[in-house]
């Protein structure tokens, strides 16, 4: 037991090349996403080290989208990605111009 009675689990996370994917993930991906480019993939361990998941990580031109398979290598979900919004420039506050202070002519004395 670990900490206030709590089991903790440290997990891996680590990339994979989609060849090294399970078959079957490599299928689905290639049946269902036909067209789109596999960007990356990555392997989510336990501590045991046994697989608990995979996200694997397509796009087609500004479509981005997280595939997630079981470790059973079933799908699960898609999610897609936000694309990144760029960011919006503060408004500008412009005062309006200082007045010049009057001309004071310094020849006339009293």
């Known amino acids: 037991m670990g900490l206030f009675g709590i089991t903790l689990f440290a997990q891996n996370q680590f990339e994979v090349s989609f060849k090294d994917l399970p078959k079957d993930i490599q ?3 290639t049946k269902n ?5 596999v960007d990356k993939a990555i392997q ?3 501590k045991k080290g046994k697989v608990d998941y995979y996200d694997v990580y397509v796009s087609k031109g500004t479509d981005k989208t997280i595939l997630t398979f079981d470790k059973k290598d079933e799908f699960v979900k898609a999610t897609p990605v936000a694309a990144a919004v760029a960011p919006v420039a503060a ?3 412009v005062a309006p111009p200082i007045p010049k202070p009057a001309a004071v002519d310094t020849t006339k004395r009293k």
């Open 33 to 37: 996403y036909a067209g789109f480019k």
């Open 91 to 93: 408004p500008v506050t």
């Open 27 to 29: 299928k689905y991906v």
């Open 44 to 46: 989510q361990d336990s």
